[in-house]
T-cell receptor, first 113, second 114 residues
Framework: DAGVTQSPTHLIKTRGQQVTLRCSPK?????VSWYQQALGQGPQFIFQ???????QRGNFPDRFSGHQFPNYSSELNVNALLLGDSALYLC????????????FGEGSRLTVL | KQEVTQIPAALSVPEGENLVLNCSFT??????LQWFRQDPGKGLTSLLL?????REQTSGRLNASLDKSSGRSTLYIAASQPGDSATYLC?????????????FGEGTQLTVNP
């Protein structure tokens, strides 16, 4: 049973560029959330997708956007990258009903130079 | 606004010791609480999930308790091993009507010395 998979694992961008990160949820899960984790900090909620719609959003600017596809996979897009966007980006999946336990992927490490 | 605090921030113990990690939260209206483990540069591994109606959950050498009214949870690790070295994070989920975002603490970095 495949868990949550994310790609790419590492990437380096320069200020002002755009980046797209991808996530495939755990089998049987229909809800995807994205979190940003700065070094030494706990993860911060970016947004959540369910039924291909953004359902909830954290305190992140509009430069952060996302998408969910019919197969429940998801993308996180960040435009006009800033140095402060350097972080580990974590994708989590869950099922809409039930215990609501979250399962996380290994993350995508973004470095902005 | 929910805030989650974990104490201590770092802990170093000799192998074999039993230990307790603490997590406190300011708003007792939660749906559940989840403990995670994170190895350096890696993602989060779910350890235990406690629903708001439960008092504790156990998995192997791990036991997590929840006192919702006082806003506290503890993670007990029995007979610690060097392989337990990692950062441990707790996170709370609000009631269903308030959405599903998790609020995390900053973690406790555990080192178990052989």
């Amino acid at each position: 049973d495949a868990g949550v998979t994310q790609s790419p694992t590492h990437l380096i961008k320069t200020r002002g560029q755009q980046v797209t990160l991808r996530c495939s949820p755990k089998s049987g899960h229909d809800t995807v959330s994205w979190y940003q984790q700065a070094l030494g900090q706990g993860p911060q909620f970016i947004f959540q997708y369910y039924e291909e719609e953004e359902r909830q959003r954290g305190n992140f600017p509009d430069r952060f956007s996302g998408h969910q596809f019919p197969n429940y996979s998801s993308e996180l897009n960040v435009n006009a990258l800033l140095l402060g966007d350097s972080a580990l980006y974590l994708c989590a999946s869950s099922s809409f009903g039930g215990a609501r336990e979250l399962f996380f992927g290994e993350g995508s490490r973004l470095t902005v130079l | 606004k929910q805030e989650v605090t974990q104490i201590p921030a770092a802990l170093s113990v000799p192998e074999g010791e039993n230990l307790v990690l603490n997590c406190s939260f300011t708003d007792s209206a939660i749906y559940n609480l989840q403990w995670f483990r994170q190895d350096p540069g890696k993602g989060l591994t779910s350890l235990l999930l406690i629903q708001s109606s439960q008092r504790e959950q156990t998995s192997g050498r791990l036991n997590a308790s929840l006192d919702k009214s006082s806003g506290r949870s503890t993670l007990y690790i029995a007979a610690s091993q060097p392989g337990d070295s990692a950062t441990y994070l707790c996170a709370v989920r609000p009631p269903e009507t308030s959405g599903s975002r998790l609020t995390f603490g900053e973690g406790t970095q555990l080192t178990v010395n052989p």
